[in-house]
């Protein structure tokens, strides 16, 4: 495609349920990032994947948190038993390999937890 | 650890003048800085970045950021700024070992006709 896609935009979940967030990342890069932005702060980073292979998990907040990319495309954010402090955009980012690449970004999915 | 800062929350600036959001970095090794602009409801956008070469970086939209090794700086500037660059501007750090992107807080650019 031809940016990352995000899916939902947006998300009510009720305190206590399960949340499945999905990531497209542009076709053919390699790596894929998860970010939390929480409202007027910036994004921070939760976990990276190169393919399939999660590289970095050190910034997902609990074992609630999930992230997985089983065939190295497609990526998918879990949280579960959401809590109110999980309210935050998610962000997903993808890019090719290497620190001098820029990493570009979905517009996010905005979660909301009543 | 590697870091970032931006020192100021909001810019205010005249349409036409000249713009200057701060950015400040502590890395250990070679900098990867990067610039990223949010509109309301809508993901970052790259603007621009600096690797290696010559100090000043030319981005998108007319910006550019100036790197200074020893003042640990990566300001960002515009000669001429427009109402429609108003939103809110991140300095990044790439960690070279796993790509991840460190944020600054943020700057809100406010420019007013």
């Known amino acids: 495609g031809a940016g990352v896609s995000q899916s939902p935009r947006y998300k009510v979940a009720k305190r206590g349920q399960d949340v499945a967030l999905r990531c497209d990342p542009i076709?053919?890069?390699?790596?894929l990032f998860w970010y939390q932005q929480a409202l007027g702060q910036g994004p921070e980073f939760l976990t990276y994947f190169q393919n399939e292979a999660q590289l970095d998990k050190s910034g997902l907040p609990s074992d609630r948190f999930f992230a997985e990319r089983p065939e190295g495309s497609v990526s998918t954010l879990k949280i579960q038993r959401t809590q109110q402090e999980d309210s935050a955009v998610y962000l997903c980012?993808?890019?090719?390999?290497?620190?001098?690449?820029?990493?570009?970004f979905g517009q996010g999915t905005r979660l909301t937890v009543v | 650890a590697q870091s970032v800062a931006q020192p100021e929350d909001q810019v205010n600036v005249a349409e036409g003048n000249p713009l200057t959001v701060k950015c400040t970095y502590s890395?250990?090794?070679?900098?990867?800085l990067f610039w990223y602009v949010q509109y309301p409801n809508r993901g970052l956008q790259f603007l621009l970045k600096y690797i290696t070469g010559d100090n000043l970086v030319k981005g998108s939209y007319g910006f550019e950021a100036e790197f200074n090794k020893s003042q640990t700086s990566f300001h960002l500037k515009k000669p001429s700024a427009l109402v429609s660059d108003s939103a809110l501007y991140f300095c990044?750090?790439?960690?070279?070992?796993?790509?991840?992107?460190?944020f600054g807080q943020g700057t809100t650019l406010q420019v007013k006709p």
């Open positions: 980012a993808s890019s090719r390999q290497g620190p001098n690449t820029e990493a570009f």
């Open positions: 890395v250990s090794g070679n900098p990867y």
């Open positions: 990044a750090v790439r960690d070279a070992g796993t790509g991840k992107l460190i």
């Open positions: 076709s053919g890069h390699v790596s």
